[in-house]
């Protein structure tokens, strides 16, 4: 990862702006009224008309997420995302995101001299529209994820994954491809 990348979550700012984050997750957890959902939804850079969002939601920071219409989000989604506008998580339209599933944008860097700093590393990832996310599936940071694909429950997405297929297992790889013709 790029040296642009990188950020220091000890920040005082932006320890500061990930209690609120989480208080208002957990405030929509104890209580996923429709008022604690207009303020969850508030935290993110833009989320489309009809996004539905279940209790156990968790974020960072919010700032950088982008959900499309429609959009389903079920139970306990942790999103671990970055503060930083290089690092963007964008889900698309009409996704249905199952129980469990993890977006890890956020990790730290492998050489443990520089893991002391204890900094992190952030690359974006992107979901593209009409895909199915199993239950309790890993995408890892730097993930693509094309138009209408599914990926397969408990699957740990480490690399892109191509519109209109199925991945699963871990790593996920390619079950088969999905025909797109209408009858």
């Known amino acids: 990862m790029t040296e642009k990348n990188y950020f220091d979550s000890l920040n005082k700012a932006f320890v500061t702006t990930r209690k609120q984050s989480h208080e208002v997750c957990r405030t929509f957890t104890r209580s996923p009224s429709k008022g604690n959902l207009k303020r969850l939804k508030g935290l993110f850079k ?3 008309e009809q996004v539905m969002i279940e209790a156990g939601f968790h974020c960072d920071y919010g700032s950088q997420l982008s959900v499309g219409e429609r959009s389903f989000i079920n139970i306990h989604c942790t999103v671990l995302d970055s503060p930083l506008d290089a690092c963007p998580i964008m889900i698309g339209r009409d ?3 199952g129980p469990n599933v993890q977006f890890l944008a956020v990790s730290h860097a492998v050489e443990p001299q520089l893991r002391l700093e204890k900094g992190n ?6 979901v593209g529209h009409n895909v199915w996310i199993g239950a ?9 994820v094309g138009d209408n694909a599914v990926i397969g429950a408990g699957s740990v997405v480490t690399k892109d994954v191509a519109a209109e297929t199925i991945v699963a297992g871990n790593p996920a790889t390619l079950i088969k491809k999905i025909d797109m013709k209408l009858d």
């Open 46 to 48: 833009s989320c489309g």
């Open 136 to 144: 309790g599936v890993i995408i890892l940071a730097g993930v693509t």
């Open 95 to 97: 996704c249905l995101i």
């Open 121 to 126: 590393y952030c690359a974006p990832i992107v």
